[in-house]
């Protein structure tokens, strides 16, 4: 792989006069950071549902089939500082998770995660102590997907990769997605997984009308099929050692687990390729973050998974309720199980000092 100067001369000679890597200016908080203490004793807070955007990506992709503005209110800036000091959050987990470059052929798709991912690197130089990054790899091409995300965690020191719930339609459990997986095991990362309206699962139709039925249901829908084909395709034992963390409260399914641990005994033609019970996938490989909202759904979310498997997730900058207080201020977890949720469990996983 060439190396990152080479590939800022060659690849995007458009963006020298754009981007100009090493010249990022120093980003300073206004908003004083809020300190978290569960028991008396502070607590680091990670955040691993952060959404970010590079401007120079722009550059790469004007007069491609896959043209388009990146989305302004995720650009890094002062801004993302005040949000996190506001929220308390120690450390955010950062990845530039919409996608649309699954449309992109290999060289261009090879341009885009490159640009994307030196972006979000020059800025944690800037501010190592806050943030950390999962590349979004090129997913629609696996092979290059496994060198971008081996580039990454390697070179970049980025934690892991986030991916969509499916690649135009097809199930991540094919086989050709396997280099992937193979590779996310191999370096021991965990893989991220945030979804884009479940228009995979859905007619064209299905989510009009009002409610931003695409969001509101077709998101946790979405990360819930990704979920039970990963567990019901065999793919989680293939690759005993892959981690993934579901977004959104992983979606559906662990609000209706029963019906699915009983799915492979009860309906003749599921065909399951499992080997252990889903329940047992979401006490191990599968994590989720904490976005349900609710005293009580965050009650039944640690009692179907455990607490060590859920993870504080934000949606920052989008709006959306936060479940930090909610975690905090829960009378049903213990100060340990508390610490862990907030930050602990992503501590350990994504290997933060």
Request: proline letters at 4%; aromatic letters at 8%; hydrophobic letters at 45%.
């Amino acid at each position: 792989m060439a190396s990152r100067r080479e590939f800022l001369a060659n690849a995007a000679g458009a963006v020298a006069g754009f981007y100009a890597f090493g010249a990022l200016p120093l980003a300073v908080a206004q908003v004083p950071r809020r300190e978290v203490s569960i028991g008396g004793r502070r607590v680091k807070v990670v955040d691993i549902h952060g959404h970010c955007a590079i401007e120079a990506v722009e550059e790469i992709i004007r007069g491609t089939n896959v043209e388009r503005s990146v989305s302004r209110n995720r650009l890094l800036g002062p801004h993302r500082l005040d949000l996190i000091n506001e929220r308390g959050i120690d450390v955010q987990v950062m990845s530039a998770n919409q996608y649309w470059w699954y449309a992109a052929d290999e060289k261009l798709a090879r341009d885009i995660v490159r640009i994307q991912d030196e972006g979000i690197a020059e800025w944690i130089a800037n501010h190592a102590d806050r943030f950390v990054a999962l590349t979004s790899v090129a997913l629609q091409h696996p092979e290059l997907a496994a060198e971008q995300l081996e580039y990454a965690v390697k070179e970049l020191n980025f934690r892991g990769a986030s991916v969509a719930g499916h690649v135009a339609g097809d199930s991540l459990t094919l086989a050709k997605f396997d280099p992937f997986w193979a590779k996310a095991e191999e370096l021991a990362v965990p893989v991220f997984m945030h979804p884009g309206g479940a228009d995979n699962v859905v007619t064209e139709t299905a989510f009009d009308g009002r409610g931003d039925l695409g969001n509101i249901i077709g998101n946790p829908l979405e990360t819930a099929t990704f979920l039970t084909r990963m567990i019901f395709e065999g793919t989680l034992d293939r690759f005993p050692g892959l981690k993934l963390i579901g977004s959104h409260g992983g979606g559906f399914l662990p609000s209706y687990l029963g019906r699915t641990e009983v799915a492979c005994e009860v309906r003749g033609n599921a065909h399951c390729a499992n080997i252990k019970l889903p329940s047992e996938y979401l006490k191990d490989q599968i994590l989720v973050d904490s976005m349900v909202f609710s005293d009580e759904g965050l009650r039944h979310l640690v009692a179907e998974v455990g607490a060590s498997q859920v993870v504080y997730g934000t949606d920052i900058p989008l709006v959306w309720p936060d479940t930090l207080d909610l975690i905090l201020d829960s009378p049903h977890f213990s100060d340990a199980e508390k610490e862990a949720m907030v930050g602990g469990n992503l501590v350990k996983l994504l290997n933060i000092s």
